[in-house]
């Protein structure tokens, strides 16, 4: 089954304690992407990556970081988390960045820090 | 830049009734238009997309339709059911861009 796969679903941490959420996907796409969604502003995307070692900022990149050394995995990497990241996160892939194909999400990971 | 502006929810509606949600955007290119769905606890599944003005996306009985000239993509259903109720996504992609900008959802809540 062709499927977006994150872990872990939830989570609760406190303030400065490393974690990573995993992103893996099954259908050999060459994009990756996360988002964050939040009340009233919808789903903003945090990094992306067109393809192995290619990874680039989206629009809320602070306090995060990724990497992308096999095609099927996209690791999301808070390193000093805080409470303002506090949120639900999506991983997303689809075959390729450009061009109107669709994207895939993962069923999201909820995050709270404490 | 880029943008995309719903409708407030939640929508109230009873099975049956017919639906409308409003959508509009702004973008500098030529944008490909989307919605998505988000059942409870799940991640967003494309529901339907128009990739130029005019186009009509269609899929489980939604329809929008990409009118360039309001730019609008309002998604609508003659006959909502329970298992409509979700939250819905208004989505674009603006030419040569590789990322979704994503309005703020719409919630609809379906009663029986």
């Known amino acids: 089954e062709a499927q977006v796969t994150q872990n872990p679903r939830y989570l609760i941490t406190v303030t400065g304690k490393k974690l990573t959420v995993t992103c893996s996907q099954n259908?050999?796409?060459?994009?990756m992407s996360w988002y964050r969604q939040d009340p009233g502003l919808g789903l903003r995307q945090i990094y992306y990556s067109m393809n192995v070692e290619v990874t680039d900022k989206g629009d809320v990149p602070e306090g995060y970081k990724v990497s992308r050394k096999e095609k099927r995995n996209f690791p999301l990497i808070l390193e000093s988390p805080s409470p303002n990241q506090t949120s639900l996160y999506f991983c997303?892939?689809?075959?390729?960045?450009?061009?109107?194909?669709?994207?895939?999400f993962g069923e999201g990971s909820r995050l709270t820090v404490l | 830049g880029d943008s995309v502006t719903q409708m407030e929810g939640p929508v109230t509606l009873s099975e049956e009734a017919f639906l409308t949600i409003n959508c509009t955007y702004t973008a500098t290119g030529y944008p490909s238009l989307f919605w998505y769905v988000q059942y409870p606890g799940e991640g967003l599944q494309l529901l339907l997309k128009?990739?130029?003005?005019?186009d009509k996306g269609s899929n489980k009985g939604f329809e929008a339709t990409y009118r360039k000239e309001t730019t609008s993509f309002h998604l609508e259903k003659g006959s909502v059911q329970v298992s409509d109720s979700a939250v819905y996504f208004c989505a674009l992609k603006d030419t040569g861009f590789q990322k979704l900008v994503f309005g703020t959802g719409t919630r609809l809540l379906v009663s029986p």
């Open positions: 128009a990739t130029k003005a005019d």
């Open positions: 997303a892939s689809s075959l390729q960045g450009r061009g109107t194909g669709e994207l895939f």
């Open positions: 259908m050999n796409h060459e994009y």
